[in-house]
Structures are given as structure tokens and as C-alpha cells.
């Protein structure tokens, strides 16, 4: 069940887009089985829910991919697996009336999130479109052939958007299609620009999931889309192999929950505050970020206590330190158990004894 400050973000944005889909004969659906607010349309395999005028929150295989569409184009976040790349673009196109996908930004280099990004890129137009520049030029000049034309490959698709640690990641994998790549990467703490009148802030947040996190918000819409660093269904994944590490996750959340996620003080509006797009779950907002904070803050400090009394991971998994977590975040099955989270904490926390040990030493 959506949370009343939640239920009324979206109402507003349902409204608004009900308005729109009366006129062009997209349907809304009638009801929605987890009580929530009733998604616009189901596009094929695609859970489509408005979540305030101009953006969506679309559903594939668990995934959740974020769009923002208006004036000037569509913005997506993370695409979704490959295999369901051409249900998520079919799925787009008919939410925002074939706008132009502009951009694709990935919040990192997983397959879940980006195997369809050469999909949705090869479909839309960068900024620098061949034909929408010469279609604003004087129209005689242009028939001569005198006017000046950006580069041979501008509009050859959208903007790929991602950390530079992300490329290399997906480089080293050598199984993606080059058209998957991004093609602007930032080293920087946070990627900047402007589209459909309003300011979208690419934040780095490394060492989390991995060390090419980054979560997204979009100022005008007050949403924040955070890729694995939230993970509404499950322990976050620690991909230590990668760079992952629990105080970077913890530290991640900490930063989406305290600079890009507010609360309307004073309340001029009921809205609620920020909205929170995870990579899976229900459309959340920031007390149930804030509650998935506090959680893993208690499981990274239930470990290191075993730790600091010299137990073994066996040792600590018998304590069984998720007990109260369990049954809401947990599993015993898949790709990502109760006891591979556990593992990955011991890990990290290990990684971090030893590395301030080697600085008091050095």
C-alpha cells in the first residue's frame, strides 16, 4: 500500500495525465492489485504509473525504469534488460505520444539496467538532429545548400549518459553492442543539464552497489531515481568485486536522504515531499527510504559487533543477525540470499579493518 503522501503525489499526476489520455485514447486501467494508485495503461509486458505530470514510472521484469517526457523530449533512466527492450520502447512511445527519447542515463553498469540501452538510443535523437537544425534555418538558405550543419553523426541517436567507471565496466564485460555504450561520461561529482524547463542532476555516489552508482533527480518533478543503490524488495547488493562496499551504500542513502530528497517546509502544497523511484518495488518516497537506511545501518552494526568479538562468517550467519529484516528484505533462494549480504557486509567490514590498519602502520 502506497503511502498516503505517496497516494496523493501520484493522484495529481494521474489526474494530469488522465486528462491527456481521455484525448488520445489510452486507456487507464481500473484498479491496481497492491491497493495503490491505478497505473495508466499496461503496454504489453509493461506496468506503466504515472507518477506526477510528466513522468512515469515503468515496470519490466521487476525493473523499474523512470522517464521524464515534455516539450523538448524524453529523458529515460536505466532501460531495463535487453530482453525487454523493444516492450519498454513500445511502452514509451505510446506514453508520451512519440516524443523524441533525447537522452538515456544509466545509474550503472549492470545488465538488469542497461542491456536495452542500445535499443532505446538507436530509436531517439540526440540535441544535435540534422534535420531539426536545418528545419530552423531560413528555408531558401537551406534549399542552397549554404547553411552551416553540425557534424555527420549528430541526431544518430540519443545521449548515453553514465560514470566514466560505468563504460569501462561495461567495456571490460566486451558483451555489449557499441550502440549500448554511453557516449558522455563524467568523472566529476555530478553531471548537470537542462531539458523541458527544468534542471536534471546526474549524482555520483561510488563505492555502493558498485563503484559506478549514480542516482538521478529531476528538480521540477521532485523525484529521485536511485538505481541499486535502493532496492525496495531486498538486502541492497554489495558488489565488492566491483567496488561495492557497506559504508559506501549506507553513505549513498545517506546523501539521496539528506541533499537530494525533501521535505515542503513550510507545506504550501499536499505533496508529500520527494518521490523515490528504486530499482525495484513500489514508488516510494522518503520515509521509506529513510526506514531502508536505518535498516542497513543496524545490519552493518549487528555484524561488526559479532566481528569485533573475532566470530567467523559461520558463526555470525548462526546468530542470525537479519532477524526482524528477514521476512521483509530477505531470501533463501536466488541470486541475492539473506547469507550473501551477510557475507558481503563480513567482507567489507574486513576490507575496512584492514585498510586503517595499514594507515596507522604507514
Known sequence: MLRDSVVSRVTLGLAAVLLWAAGTGFAAAADVSDGGAPPLQTVGPVHVLPVVNGMYMLTVNGINVAIQSGPDGTIVVDSGPQSSAEAVLAAIRKVTNDAPIRFVIYTNSDADLVGGGGVLSAAGLNLGSLDEFISGQDSSLAAAGTVAIPGADSG???TIVARQSA?????????YASSALPTETFQRPQYNFILNGGPIEVVSVPGAHSDADSVVRFDRQDVVVTGAVFDETHFPVIDLAHGGSIQGEI?????????LAFEQVPVLANTGGTLVIPMRGRLCDEDDLVI??????????????????????????????????????????GNWTTNDFIEAV???LLMEQRARHGKVKS
Open 292 to 333: 531502508y537506511r536505518d535498516m542497513v545501518m543496524t545490519m552493518r552494526a549487528r555484524i561488526a559487533y559479532y566481528l569485533r568479538q573475532g566470530k567467523s562468517l559461520a558463526q555470525i550467519e548462526a546468530e542470525h543477525p537479519a532477524q526482524g529484516y528477514e521476512s521483509r528484505y530477505g531470501s533463501d533462494t
Open 167 to 175: 563504460l569501462n565496466e561495461m567495456v571490460s564485460q566486451d558483451t
Open 346 to 348: 563480513y567482507k567489507s
Open 156 to 158: 544518430a541517436g540519443a
Open 251 to 259: 553513505d549513498a542513502l545517506n546523501q539521496v536522504a539528506n541533499t
